[in-house]
């Protein structure tokens, strides 16, 4: 993932940061009350349910007109088969600073989120961007950084070149 946002960046960079990492495995195989029966574990590539993991990144960059989101998806299955299917998705989203009315940073249950508020309402506008809590002093300049480009822009000052 860091390869692909590396070369999907915004050319014109202010700011970026990166959100919590949604990381998903499930061991596949039949399971009884003994345990996983190891002839249809992960290591047989025909068991029922295979095994398989999910990595979901997500990394914001703020431009001087735009926020820009890349999504990042990467799934395989039976991972320890020589057949593993993987299959890597990558979106990228824009979103007009002008449309930003709010931006702000909260803490709900040890996890800082970044908040959005458009007019119009907008899909992207909508998600709640989730960072470390470790992060919350990154994530609060952030959002404040976004407001007052925001702002800026609504106001005519400072139009992008």
């Not at 999907?8 to 996983?36: A, H, I, K, N, V």
């Not at 824009?94 to 040890?110: N, P, T, Y």
């Given at each position: 993932?860091?390869?692909?946002?590396?070369?999907?960046?915004?050319?014109?960079?202010?700011?970026?940061?990166?959100?919590?990492?949604?990381?998903?495995?499930?061991?596949?195989?039949?399971?009884?009350?003994?345990?996983?029966?190891?002839?249809?574990?992960?290591?047989?590539?025909?068991?029922?349910?295979?095994?398989?993991?999910?990595?979901?990144?997500?990394?914001v960059a703020l431009t001087p007109d735009s926020l820009v989101m890349l999504s990042g998806?990467?799934?395989?299955?039976?991972?320890?088969?020589?057949?593993?299917?993987?299959?890597?998705?990558?979106?990228?989203?824009?979103?007009?600073?002008?449309?930003?009315?709010?931006?702000?940073?909260?803490?709900?249950?040890?996890?800082?989120?970044?908040?959005?508020?458009?007019?119009?309402?907008?899909?992207?506008?909508?998600?709640?961007?989730?960072?470390?809590?470790?992060?919350?002093?990154?994530?609060?300049?952030?959002?404040?950084?976004?407001?007052?480009?925001?702002?800026?822009?609504?106001?005519?000052?400072?139009?992008?070149?």
């Open positions: 993932m860091d390869s692909v946002w590396a070369s999907s960046r915004p050319q014109e960079l202010t700011d970026e940061l990166r959100f919590l990492p949604q990381e998903e495995f499930s061991l596949g195989g039949l399971y009884g009350l003994g345990g996983p029966a190891y002839a249809h574990s992960c290591v047989n590539a025909a068991s029922d349910p295979p095994s398989w993991f999910l990595l979901h990144h997500i990394n998806w990467l799934t395989a299955n039976d991972t320890t088969s020589k057949r593993v299917g993987t299959g890597a998705r990558v979106e990228r989203q824009a979103l007009s600073l002008r449309e930003v009315a709010d931006a702000r940073f909260q803490v709900f249950q040890d996890t800082g989120l970044i908040v959005l508020r458009c007019t119009p309402p907008s899909a992207m506008c909508e998600s709640k961007l989730r960072i470390a809590i470790a992060d919350s002093n990154a994530g609060q300049a952030f959002a404040g950084r976004v407001l007052s480009t925001a702002r800026r822009l609504q106001t005519g000052k400072g139009e992008p070149r």
